[in-house]
């Protein structure tokens, strides 16, 4: 460690992003990216490309992409915010609605990456217990001290809340921020996403990605939808630290890959079939898996903890993910692979049990 390293930084706990392993082939199930390439356009859009207009930076109000995300989701522009993923996102609402010191109340198990923030930006960190079977009690989102994030659906559970319920914890929380993080939403049908709720919600927004449902992880590109004023304050932070923060190719990958609605819903289908044989077949195996609304499955053997479990799929050349947190030691996240992956996974999880 650098003896230069500030005491601020030495106090961190960085994420551990999962393994993107180069030693051997794995069938890679551990990050919940999307096991199909992404829109058709956008091979043509590279096969097509000199690279010649990478010389110039990119349009820092990234228009044309922020046009097309408002025109398919029906917002305006002003409504709309990108980023260099979602994580960037998120960092950024951190920097924008919260002093050090103040709390952030988020659901615990979560997406780990709440907890880092917390800590980087010195906030305090509210952590609020899911229910026994993971599920949240919207009774406990009410009237918070401090602006609110949740996952919906939820990671690494998969478990969604109903709008109603996203409703009445905006309802609840009148002067406090909501924000949604929606990365799984497109896998969890149409009745889940808070967007309809926008209009009459001046305290909700909505986080999302383009790494799941749209196969461009490589190409990090996430977005918030808000109020214009709450996006205005996303790019107060953007334009103190980083204008340029999405690329010239992913603006252009993100405009082909938000037109092409056909191609998601040819995904969404493929995926959300596979997910529901797949837990089936688990449960079959004497699995405990909880309902999933997202491209990952969360799965416990009675026999294995989740590292066990974790190990042995490791050894036959399976990544999946397991976890620390002492209330998810047991279980082990599998992300949705093409149907021969999630047959060759299961064939493995069958001799292993
Ligand atoms: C709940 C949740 N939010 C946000 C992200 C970050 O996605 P990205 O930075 O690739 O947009 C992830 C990634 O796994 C996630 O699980």
Known sequence: MSHFLSR??????PYVPGEQPLDRQYIKLNTNECPYPPAPGIARLLAGHTGREFALYPDPEAKDLRGAIARRYGLAIEEVFVGNGSDEVLAFLCMAFFDRGDPINF???????YGVYANLFGLR???????????????DYLQRDGHILLANPNAPTGLALSRSKIERILKGNPHRLVVVDEAYVDFA?????????????????IVGTFSKSRSLAGLRLGYAFSRPEHIAALERIKYSFHPYNVNRLT????VIAVEDDAYLSHVLEKITATRDRTALRLQELGCRVLPSSANFL???????????????LREKGMLVRCFEH???????????????????????????L
């Open 189 to 205: 049908g149409e009745d889940v996403t808070s967007l309809p709720l926008l209009r009459d919600y001046d305290n909700l927004m």
């Open 251 to 254: 603006q252009q990958a993100g």
């Open 125 to 139: 960190a509210r952590l609020i217990p899911l229910a026994e079977d993971f599920s949240l009690r919207v009774e």
């Open 326 to 352: 002492p209330r998810t030691l047991e279980f082990v996240r599998v992300s949705i692979g093409t149907d021969e992956e999630m047959k060759a996974f299961l064939h493995v999880v069958e001799e292993t």
């Open 8 to 13: 601020h930084a030495s106090g961190l706990e």
């Open 107 to 113: 659901p615990d198990p979560s997406y780990g990456f």
């Open 298 to 312: 969360f799965v416990a053997h009675p026999s294995l903890t989740g590292r066990e479990l974790y190990q042995k």
